[in-house]
């Protein structure tokens, strides 16, 4: 079975430039989480998403925005970058909106420059 | 602030030998704790839970022990094999929603 599967791998922006990323998550998994992690530190969360509606928001600007499909992908958006969005993004999905154990994609490497 | 801490950003463990990993907390809300192993170009890999009700939970070679009152918990492998070799995670959960709070991980290096 696929695991979880981000797109792009990776990817350059500049500053004030704005970027979406994509999740797909385990075929029948209705929960998406998003987390970034900065070079040197554990994932900090930034969303989650079950059954097309968030649940939860971590400490992050309005800048980041996020969505869920009706198939349960999940798009991340983040507008006005700057060069602290740099990170790995990572999305996790879990087949319950209440469950901790999450399963995570490989990432989308983001460089703002 | 950081609610969840690994103190040793690295450590070094024969093959063979006990890896112990360690994480403290500081939120007496988190209820569930989880570790995670993360190898280079890859997600972070399920490893191992515990429920606060727990002290103890074992999964092969893997045992996690949870310490309510000090807020601490460990991770020992046994016995440590190179594949082992990777970045750990300790993450906690209890806040609501799945939001998972990680630790910075600790690098583990086996050597043959």
């Known amino acids: 079975d696929a695991g979880v599967t981000q797109s792009p791998t990776h990817l350059i922006k500049t500053r004030g430039q704005h970027v979406t990323l994509r999740c797909s998550p385990i075929?029948?998994?209705?929960?998406v989480s998003w987390y970034q992690q900065v070079l040197g530190q554990g994932p900090q969360f930034i969303f989650q998403?079950?059954?097309?509606?968030?649940?939860g928001r971590g400490n992050f600007p309005d800048r980041f925005s996020a969505r869920q499909f009706p198939n349960y992908s999940s798009e991340l958006n983040v507008n006005a970058l700057l060069l602290g969005d740099s990170a790995l993004y990572l999305c996790?999905?879990?087949?319950?909106?209440?469950?901790?154990?999450?399963?995570f994609g490989p990432g989308t490497r983001l460089t703002v420059t | 602030d950081q609610q969840v801490k690994q103190n040793s950003p690295s450590l070094s463990v024969q093959e063979g030998r006990i890896s112990i990993l360690n994480c403290d907390y500081t939120?007496?809300?988190?209820?569930?704790f989880l570790w995670y192993k993360k190898y280079p170009a890859e997600g972070p890999t399920f490893l191992i839970s515990?429920?606060?009700?727990?002290d103890k939970n074992e999964d092969g070679r893997f045992t996690v022990f949870l310490n309510k009152s000090a807020k601490h918990l460990s991770l020992h492998i046994v016995p440590s094999q190179p594949g082992d070799s990777a970045v750990y995670f300790c993450?906690?959960?209890?806040?609501?929603?799945?939001?998972?709070?990680f630790g910075q991980g600790t690098r583990l290096t086996i050597n043959p």
């Open positions: 996790a999905s879990s087949n319950r909106a209440d469950s901790y154990e999450q399963y």
């Open positions: 075929s029948g998994h209705k929960s």
């Open positions: 998403y079950y059954e097309k509606e968030e649940r």
């Open positions: 939120n007496s809300m988190f209820d569930y």
């Open positions: 515990i429920s606060s009700i727990k």
């Open positions: 993450a906690a959960g209890g806040q609501g929603a799945q939001k998972l709070v």
